[in-house]
Every structure is written in structure tokens, then in C-alpha cells.
């Protein structure tokens, strides 16, 4: 079995607690890492802060071109980065080879925005008093930042949070998911050999009470984390003068026009909906049609939905697999059964074997039910017609989240109006809401977090603005 | 009758060559003011390059308060502009006001782009030769710049190159059209009033030959320009070492999709076709219809051309008078003829009184005619039926100008096409090419000039870039 | 005695609580006001929601056209809060015209960004996925507001929270300080006859047990305090979903090198030390002077403090007069006795009378004295001579607070040094840490707050980016 | 001998007329091309029309990976390309190596700028008429690019026009010097390997009457031309309708003050003054020293450009080599025997033999001697003493040029003041002015040109804006 050591402020060590990685397709071990500690925690901050002192003084160039090299090795290696994403989170392997390239461009654009660190230059003889003055903005990094990070991305959502901060000049500290440990510690083999000091990295599992140090610790600057808005919240309460990010759940909608390209639509709604078994914030979870094509749209939806490939992650053919764990199927099991009993209608899919669940489509659910008020974080998707678009567009408000939704339409009118008044980060024109590039601003409103993920906005808030009054 | 000394670096002169001012509708002269010689032209540079000495060192809240007074002393005597604009141009009342407000719009945005002027600070450490190296861009003005403005907005158009000017710190030296030269006299007695030195603002009226010393002087670092192509471009091969800004000629197209709000683009193509007779750079010439709303847009049309209400320029419910003298009227007549001759179908109009003449409507119309190829610069318009959204835009495109187009749809993929392929500076989604706010880019691409005007825009050609390397 | 309603969801009212408002100076009450409960500050929520959805429709000009108004109304009205100001606050009569001056240029700035809220317009196309894709990314207003402004500039420090909270289009709720209630109530006033809708605005005084609801509530997106940091730091953990930005306070260090032109150095330490009895955030507290030049700027120093007139605010040449009540002259006696008995050098001033405190001026004191590492927020100075540039600069770093610094001296790579290496949000270069325009950014690190002000800084925290992906 | 094909519309050809290639050095042709004539030219021409349809259709990645390509297929041939450069410019090795890596820096640059082409989006609703407008302004490439460049850099300054061409999106036609077409033939094999379309890029080696039609052209858009005043104002009136930027000569000034190092300031000016035998529009031509300092300066420069060691560009040890041909080895010392028949006194160097002028310095020289008005483009440095700062910079100013200055100083008041009096396009603190790095703007003012490069500022120039008024 394939031992992975944590890096710790810049060295490679084993603890006494060992922690075995399952891939949960079929639950067996396949790998094996170990779990930090108080210690631990200790030291990587510690180096975090020395290394943060020398961090500050790299040029533009260095940083650059260190975070160049860590694009260009996982680029080399993405099968290796793909094959350990898709065991440790059971993710098709077609999805997890995509991670692996969506984090080489992570990185890439992490290099360039190095050198663009914001910067302004501002007169300030706006009234008498300022008369020959003028003013030098600069962003400074911010210090050390603690990062935690989710299970189903397990390098690129952690490559949003290591990639910044290297960049604006921040050591990080990241807590992985502790069921997907593995890709970032891969990756710290690759950060290791460039030129950031050592410390600017440590990538630390950890159990929760451990975590919680980081939450709380004073060593930090900002906490990023992405995760479940129930854990993300009371974090923002119990993190001190720190600030924090949070990039937390949603349960997205999608809006299909009557004037937009029907098949079009239906065929990105398979993959927006069932994608990595809707393991993702932005799953497009619920889906309301026009009921002029809502028919239509169900006629062509449900067969390929049916038609999924099941099977081994590994597996290049693979459509659809296991979720993160038996806990999780069995909860959407419950939300699907409740939903029927209270009305809901199953065009297909529906039942449970271990940790999979079928992909599942149902239709007549109200907004209270779980599988539609809720982030239902599994391979469920609801259907409904809508009369008006208005109608549609107060269906998707329709809840406490407000992440990314996606809109089918080719009338301007639509447009525009969906995008004035759909609460959300994001709004996808003819795409599901899954839809994200690495260098666009993404992140919740509502109950889905505070602040924006893509490179040039998280640096923005790895940074403080100093000015200078000349 | 009312004398208008010309103001020439600083004082109100008169010379000894007399202009008289008349009323195009009735032929009437109305005022009196002066030409400029190569003396008066001289002594203006003169003191226009004593006055950059000191417009650089002024403050942004000098130059802004500056601005603002001028601002609202224009607002305050907004209908002594209007009168002049509307008798010595031959525009009807509530154009002559609307011009008058849209100057007080012009003079305001300066006073805010005053404060505003362009800047940059960026790091030089993108190799390692730059490493500690950072840069600060500091864009100062170039220095006296010669303006010469047309007599179809004798005020806002002559605005446009002097608001920037007086906000980057630049003196101008403003040739304003012989037929309307009162409005910027009667604006040099507000600006004489303001706290810029004397000779940040001369208007001469000139005589072509003293003109061209404008044009190839060194005295000027700048040449700002708006007129007819032929003139402007013989221009730009003789202005020596200055930049050069041309805003020239169009015979914008419209385009009008079947689904579009058909009542709404009638209402608009006939302002956008006979406001000011047409004498607009960006006036609606060529309306193409959808073929299957082109019948409606027809019976909807041509009424309410036909109800355009002909009078004096003073008269507050005119609509229609006279054109800027009667060798322009002609000429629009022999090319009405023409397209007669050769083919085309008067659907109203075509008539010629002295300086006036009727609001026109042709069909039929080939791309080679002069009403559809040229300029027209008068009340005509011509209107076609098209087949394919892309056939509308190849006849749009079918010209050797390029300043602005409008389009009518409510279709996401017309809309996108017309702004990708549409060669011309600026497109007006659903109204027609006349839209302009006074702080957008404008300017046009092919015959139809080069640079851009809108105040921000106007100021970035009037400074220099400076970069001090740290 | 002169009334003040308090102005509540878009109605001046009345409560069962009287709120009189005295002169620190004679301790006399000379106005009175009342006193928010739950129920108003409930009316007040809900009528800002109302207001919400009215204000996010509004056009650029008609924000900025109604802050230009109220920026007019306070000029013409600023002998009015002036005297005002001068009462409640007891601020000598010259700084309190100087606030309502700023104040004025604090509107018209936001006047201005109302016009220029942020947006951007990105390529998408950075990577394969992106192909075809654009994205726009508008910001829009993220709801109802909380401020919370403290006693010291009754009137500016609450317009920088109304001001930009109006030009981003949020509506706000502001709680003034007990003590000091009347300039922001005579705002309301002002605002009351714009075209913003009823409930854009409250002003609310109320007891910290109301004011606890303020913090606590759901009912607003954005808790804007300025305040003492102890309080501060507190409210960010109870804030829950909110967005937070906290001013805070500091004791803000001045170097004086030897390369500074002395005399130039001294009247600005003069003005910074005790303008307003030192009661300002940004108090030049903390003076090291190079030991070549300290006994230089001593004997230049003392004097100029010893002569400082004492008065009532409202006569014209009061330059000091009393702390805003006994208890604050009381710790600063205390603080300043402390210090002596623990070998601090007392170069002028030490005694109380009443609530009135001498301009103090000590030497030889320890970094670990109140006087030194705690924000006096009275007229006291400590001056320090040092070796080493490094050494001043330490010294300067040496407390937990980092909101501004000041440095006289003529050499460059001094300022470089300063610039890289002070903690703070904002260093001033010849010129003492008090220097603030009202559109720079402002605000602290460390424990001196978090987030910024300044008009655009603030839109900026009061706004949420959406991305249209086209 | 080896012979280079010319790079016509995408094809690598010979034509009637060959061209040798010699090395300045020694005379001997070394290398054998073609000349371009109007049948290639119009070829070229046609071919990138129609590459230009294609590259407005290339996604930002597909630019840039292929720009990243270019950058790192010059980097593995670095020695290669510097070979080249070496032997037909007769540049020492070391410089030859050093423009090599400078243009992989161009091409990287451009790889990035290539998905940052500019892009705005404004609100239009300043004004009533703007009521529920918005505006995207985006940037369009204006068409093919006509590029001419130099002997002195034969790769880096065509790469400043090539790559910013490229990124843009337009295809360039580029006339080399005819004594230096080689490095950028060599860069056409590997363009000619990229995606981009056929035509983007020809190099057309020619003589000047067929170099005219380039001028005169209408298939152009752009005329980029660096080179020499004299023949580049001629070809600004002769552009007909396209832009102009021009790149033209200097003779700039350098000033050191008694504040700064001056062991530093003498060895930059050394190489400042002498890098490949001063043939760089840059170069450190005129050195004023503050008279304090001046004779401790001379001590220490003289014997420093005494000791450049001389030899065969291709040596590895070489500094001075001979200059670019004879005729301008006797412009030199015609103009260095002119200055001191009229009182300049010789410090060092002086001698001719064949093309090899010996690296010389000058004192006693007056303002209007050859050696201090006119661009020397030679191994010539004069030394002058100043007394007051104010006159030094007056000194620097004394010309018509204005490219850039250097200036050592530690005094915050003299950089200060240097900044913003000097005029010129870059000012570089503590350094020669011979610093560039391939992003910041660079240009000069005066009779030094117009229009700024830097692969964005280049980029700029190479695009149309187009407003969709929304």
C-alpha cells in the first residue's frame, strides 16, 4: 500500500496517528497517510511565519515562474493526479483527468496574475487640502493563511486556495478533506522542489479538533473554506480578527426557455445534473421548462439519464459511481422516498445499492421538500414546468442559497431579466451551473458564503492596501 | 444687430474683417463678429503656450471647479445658447436646447474627469533585470492643441474638444464653423470668467486659408477635427509632427428585425432621420427591414413623416425647417433626382424650396446610388427590405464609412452577430445610430475618421504618457 | 432648548425616551433629542427593505444628483453644523467648520462614484472550456446597511458610512453616538427632501442594548462601525452572515529624520498631536525625532504647545478646549501619572481640570506605558529620540494597533524603507498621520480594524459582483 | 554559406534578387538571402487579409499557447538566435545573448497580454437620455500591421512589433534592415510551426522604393516603424488613412547627483555608455555630474572605458567591436573632430580604424556641437559638470529629443522634480537610460516619436474599440 507522508513546514514526516485512504466504490484501503497534530499545527505555522518574511521579498518573476513549474509537473503527471482523485473520491476517471487539467490552469493563471498584484496611483488634490499630493496604493500579503478544503475536488478546490496565496506571497496551511488527503499531498512533492521558502506550504489531515485550532488559531490572517454551509458559518463566528472566505453549498437551478435549443439544453443538464453523481455546489439540481417544451425536454431528458454508465472510477468509460460514502446515499435515499410520499413524482432512477445511488429524476415537488430546499449533494435532479418567466426566475430565488444558476434562452428580454434579478454569484447564459473557468470570479450569495474565489479575486483578499500619501 | 467680439488669447478683439451671422431659414443676418488673420492666430499660440505653463500646475479641484462653472452657467443661460444655436444653424428650438443641455452634460464630465486623469503603477520585476523595479506612469498633457468644429452642433460638438482639453491642462485654440461661430463666442465669455489663464481658451473665426496655418503649425501638439472625410483626411497628411483626431462623416445604417418592437422602431427611425434635417453625422440614412415586417413598418412610417412640422427655428413646435443653406439643398435634390433616374421609388417627400427641403423617403434603392453610398447630410432616408439577418448586415456594411449603426431585435444571436461583424465605432441596440451620451467613446472606423472622442477618451489623446522607472 | 426628532424609516418622530444633548465644555444641555427602542429600529429595518427595492432601480444621475444636493445643502448650511458640531463634540470652532467642509466633499465625491460603480467585462477564453465565452461581472448593491459612528467627528465619520451606502444604492441605518447625535439628525433633514425614498436613511440614537440588536440582526448585509477596538473586535464575532468593516483605533507613530526640514516638522506635530484634544484615531500620539535633531525640535516644540489657546468651541481662536467628558480626562491624568512614576519626563502640561486635560507633552517613556502602547485618544504626546532609521521604524511597529504613520524626511531610500516596513494602512510623507481626503482608502490592520473607507473602498464592501457568463 | 528563404504569406521563397549578409567586423558575408519585390509584397499583403479573417477567431489559449510556443522555441535556441544577431549587427556575444532572452520576455509577455486584450463596460446612465443604458466596449484588432525595424536590435524590437501584432490578433508584414534580416527569418521558422494561420507573419527583406509602398499602402492598418527621426516624420505624412507610431532617435541625457553613489552611477554609465558601441537610440549619450562629484567621477570612469576589452563580436570576453559600417565609424569622428576644433577636449579614446571607433569620451562640450544635439548612435560620451540641479535638468532638456534620461540621486526633491520637468517618454531612477524592460511603456516625445510600445501599450494601437450601447 502507498505510503503518503504530510508535509509539514516544509518537511515530509509521519505522526503516530495513521489515517488509511478507501476508495469508496469499494471500500477498500489503497493508500495510507497520517494524521497532524497540536505539534504539528505548531510547527507549520511557525515556518508558515519565517516563511512568510522571505515570501515577501520574491520578485514577481520568482513566484512566477515557481508557480509555472508546479503547473507544468501536474501537467506531466496528470494521469498520476487523476488516478489518485479518482480513487480517494470514487470520481469517473474522465472527471478526475478534467480536475487534473483545471488545476494546471489554476496554477497557470496563478502565475501570471503574480505579476499583477493589484496596485494603484491616485491624485489626491480632489479639494485644497490634498493640493500637491498624490497617493501610492500597494497591496501587501495579507500573512499566513489556513485553508480547508472540500472532498469533492480534491486538488483544484485546494489549488484555489494554495495557488493564491503563493502568489500574493502567503505561506498556507491547508486541511484536506480527511477522506481525500492524497492529491494535495501529491502535489506537495511538486511545491517542494520549487524555489517558495520552506513553509509556504504544509498540507496538514487533521481531525476536527485539530481543525478547529486553525479556525481560531491568531497565527492566521484570513481562513478560506469551502465546504457545507452548516460548518462554514459558525466558523465566520469563532475566527477572531481573522478574515474570512467561505465558499459553501447550493442547490442550483436552471431555467430551460421555450425559444432556446431544446437538445442543447438536454444534453448539458445530463452532465450539469450527474456529473460526478452531483457530488458538486453547483449541480444542477433543480431544473424548471417551459411547459410549452417541457414534454419535449422530458422525452429526450429521462433516456439519456437511464442510459448513464455505471462502473470502476478508474474505468475510462465510466459515466457514474459511488458517492463519498454509504452515509450520504442513504441520506438521499431518505429525501427521495420523503419527497414521494409527500407528492413528488420519480421519472427514474430511485434506489440504492451501498454507497451508490441510481441518477434520479423527479418531478411535481414543492419547494419545502429536502430534495429541492436543501443542497442535495447527490445524483437527484427535479423537473417542473413554469408558466411565466418570472414565475421561473422566483422559483430559482426560491431558497437560502444562492451559488450559480443556469438559463436556456435566445430572448434578450430573458436575459436581462434573469440576470437582474436570479440571486446568485453566477449566472451561466446557455449552460448548466456548473459551468467555471479558474480565473473567474466565483463564489455565493445568501446563504452560499462571502467573498469570491478565481485567482485574481481570492489574491484580492490575501492582500492588504497600503498607501503611501507622497 | 448683436456683435460677438472673438476671443483671442485671453481678450475680446475685434479685427478688421467683419462676418456677419445669418439665419438660414430666412436668410436673415442676425449678428456680427470677426475673422481671424495669421496675427491674431499667432498672438492666440502665443499666449495659449504662456497658459500651459500654468494649466499644469493647477490642481484637479481647480480645474474641476472650473469646469463645473462653466457647467452652470451654461445650464443657467441655456436658452440664450439655444436662441443662437437654433438662428445661426437653422435648428429647430428642442434640438437647440437639447444641445444646449447636453453641453452642460459635456462641461460636467470633464469636471470630473479633471480629477480622474490617467495613471498607472506597475511592477517591473517580470525578468530578472526589472527585480526591485517599479513603475509609476504618470500621463501629462501634451501641450497646446488646435481644435476646428463643425455647424451642425455649434456648441456641444466645439464642447468636445474643449472640455477634455481645459480638464488634461491643455490650452485649445478653436476654429469653429464661419456660418455658427456665436455659441463658443458666447461660451469664451463664461470660460473668461473662470479661474483658467488667459489663453487656455481662444475662438477665432477664420477663413480656410487661415485655417490650414491651424493645420500644419508646430505651435500645436494636437489637431482635433470634426467635418467632412475629404477635408479631414488631406488634413491628417499635413499636420507634421501633432496626433491627429478625425471624426468624420457616416451614412449610418439601421437595422430592423421582425422580432423587434416594430411601433417603438418606427417612433425612433423617424427622429433618428430627420432630427436637424438630417445634418447629422449619425443620422439614420439606411433602414433595413425584415421582408416580412417591412409593409407595416412602411404604413407605420411614412404618416408620421409626412406629419413633420415645418417652421422657424425659434418656434418651440417645430419640427423640420431648413437646411444649413440653400447650395446643400440642392445638392441633396440632384441626388434624389438621380436615384430616381436610376431606379429608386419616393415614398414621400422630394421636394425643394430654397434652403428647405422635404423630409424623404426612398425604397428601391441600390448600394452604388449617392443617397445610399454618400453622405447624404440632409432629410432622406432610404429603406430596404431584407431577406437574412446577415444580408442586413453586409448592406450595412456596403460603404466606406463606419461610425455608428442601430439594430432592432430581441434576438440574443442577432444581437451578437450585428456587434461581431457591424464595422463602426459604436452599435445602438434598439434605437437608432443618433444615441450619444456624452461621456461614451465615439468615433468611427474606416472613412468615417480615426481616435475617439468622449470625454475620458478625448483626454487620453490629449497627455503623454511619462514613466518613471523606481 | 432646540428638539431633534429622530428620523426613523423616512418619518421624524418622537419616542417615550428623551436624549438631551449637552457641551462637554460647561457641561449645559443645549438640545434634545429621543431615543430608539426595539420597535423603531424594527420600523426602520423594514422600511430600509422597502427603500431597497426602490434604490437599486435608480439611474446613476438621479443617485448622484441627489448627493450633489445634500453636499450643497451642508455648504450652505455649514456655520449650522459647525456650531452644531462645536457643541456636542466640543470641538474647537475651526475644526468643526473643517469637518463640515469635508463632509461636503465627502457627498460630492460619492456623488461622483455613483456614477462609476464597479464593473468588468472578461474573456472567458483562457482555456479550452471558455472557448466562445465572455464574462460580465456587474456589482450590485448587497442590501440594507448598518452603521455605527462614534463621538469624535459627529458628522463626517457617519457621511463616510451614509455617503457611499447611498451611491451604492444600499439604504442605512445609522446609529450616531449618544453624546453626539445632533449633526447627523440635522443630515436627515437634508436628505429627507431628495429624491432617495423614504427608509434610505435613519438615524436612530438608542442604547448599546438596542444598538446590540443592530450587530446581532439578519435584517442587514453589511455592520460598518467606527469605534475603540475593544468594542469592535467583539461585534465581528456576534455579526453572524454579515459582512463586517470595523475602524478602529490606534496610537499612530511620526518619524522626524534628520534629512526633514525641522520647523516644517514641528508646526505639523502641533497640529497632529492636539488638534481636537488629541480625540482623533489618527492623533500623532507617538513622535521619534532623530537624536541630531531632537533637542532641535524640542526647544521648538514646547513652546508652540505651551501656547495652544484654551476656549469655548465656538470662539474662532479656540485651538483647545474640552475632552468630550471628565471621566476620558480622568484615565488620561491617570495614564500621564502612571508614565512619571514610572520615569517618563513631563516636558509641558499634566494637570486636569474637570474634563478639560493640558496639552501634555512626555519624553523617556517605555514602549510597554499606556501612554505608549494604548490609544491615549487625549492631548498627550510622547516624543522619543532615536539611533538607527531601522530603530524608529521598529519602534513605530511596536503595538498592537497599524492605522497610520507619518515621516518628515528628504531621503529616499528612508521613505522606501518606511513604506515596506510600517504597519499600517496609510503612511504620510512629510506630514503627520491625521492627513486624510476623503476619497483616499482609509483604514487599519493589526488590531486598528479591518476592511477600508474612503467613498469608492466602502461602495466597494457594499456591493456583490454577479457574473454573467455569455 | 548558409542561406536564409524570405517568409512570404506563409511560404518560405527565393526570389530574382539575393541578398548577401556580412559581419560589420571583418566584411565578409557570412550568410545569403533574398530580396522581397512588389509581386512578394502584394502576396504577403493579400495573404494576411486573409489570415486576418481567421485570427479574429482564435480564443485568447490558442494565441497564447501559441505565442508561449514562439517564447520557448527562441529560449532553446538562444544561442542560435544570438549567433546570428552576433555576426550580422557585429553585437559582442554577451549582448547578442542578452536580446535573445529579451525576446523570449516579448513573446511570454504577449502570450499573457493575449488574453487581457482591453475591454470596458460602462454605465451610460450619467444623464436622462442614458436611463437604462449600459455600454460594452470591446476591442477589435484594426487589420494588417506593417511593420519596419532596425539593424540595431535585428530580433527584439521586430519581436515588439511581431508579438503584440500576434496577441492582438493582427498578421504583420516585416521589413528587417536590409544589413540584419536574418534573426528575424530565423524566428519565421518557427512561427511558421504555430497555429497561427498562414500569412499572419512575413518577413520581406527589401529595398526602399518597394519599403515605400509599404508606407503608402491602404492594405495596412498600422505602420510601426523604428528608426531614425529623419526618415520616420517623413513617413507619418505619407500614411495616408493609417496609424502611424514611430520609434525614433535620441541623445539622452544623464544626470548625477552629488546625493547619489557614485561608484554606481560610473559603472552603469559605463555600460550605458558604451553597450554595443552606444548604437542604441538610449544610449547614455550626454552625462551631466553635479561639479562636487565631477572630478571623482571622471577618476573613475575614464580608465573604466579605457579597459573595454575589444575583439570579435562572437567572443564570449568581447565588450566594443566595431560598429555597423564604415560610413557611420566616419559620421563620428567627423562629428568628435568637429567638437573639439570648436573646444571640446578629448578625455579618452578618439581614433578610427575602418568601422571600429574607439570608445571616447568628451568634455567641454557646448549644446549645439553634433556630439550633444544629434543622436551620435556611436561609442561617444560627453561629461559635463552642473551646479544647481535646475540647470542640469535644462541641460538634459537642451535637444529635441525626448526618449528617455537617467538620473542618481537619493534626495527625494530632485527625483521629484527631475520627473516632472525632464521631457522625456522614461525616466529611470538610479540607473542609465538605457533600462527597458519589455512590458513597461516605452516611447519617446519631441522629435523622438509617437505612440508608445510595451507589448500592451503596442497592443493597444493595434485595436479598434466598438461600443454596443446596451
Redo the contacts between chains.
Sequence with gaps: MECFKIYCGGDFIETPLTLFVSNPYDGKDFAQTWLAEEEELKFASDKAKEAFAKMKLM???EK?EALNFIASEISKNEERFASLIAQEAAKPWKYALAEAR?AV?TFK?AA?EA???P????????????????????YFPIGPVAGISPFNFPLNLAAHKIAPALAAGCPIVLKPASTTPLATLELAKIIDKTEFPKGSYSVLPMKRNIGDLIVTSDDFKLLTFTGSSEVG?KM???A??K?VVLELGGNAGTIVSQSSDISHAVSRCVVGGFAYQGQICIHAQRIFVHKDVFETFCEQFIPLVKKLNYGHPLSHDTEITAMIDESNAKRVEDWVNEAQNDGAKLLCGGKRNGAYYEPTVLTNVTPDMNVSCQEIFGPVVTLQPYESFEEAVNQVNNTNYGLQAGIF?????E?DYA?NNIE??????N?VPV?R??????GG?K?SG?G?EGIK?AIHDMM???????
Tied chains: 1, 2, 3, 4.
Aim: glycine share 8%; hydrophobic share 40%; no cysteine.
Design positions: 520578485a514577481a518573476y512566477s483545471r490552469q493563471v501570471e505579476k499583477r498584484l496596485m494603484e496611483y491616485i491624485r489626491l488634490d480632489w479639494a485644497v487640502e490634498g493640493k500637491g499630493r498624490e497617493g501610492l496604493v500597494k458559518w465566520k463566528a469563532r477572531g480578527k478574515k434562452t435566445n430572448n434578450i428580454k436575459l440576470f446568485v454569484g453566477g449566472l451561466i447564459h449552460d459551468f473557468t479558474d480565473h473567474m470570479p466565483y450569495i446563504d462571502i469570491r479575486y492588504e492596501p497600503k498607501i503611501l500619501v507622497k
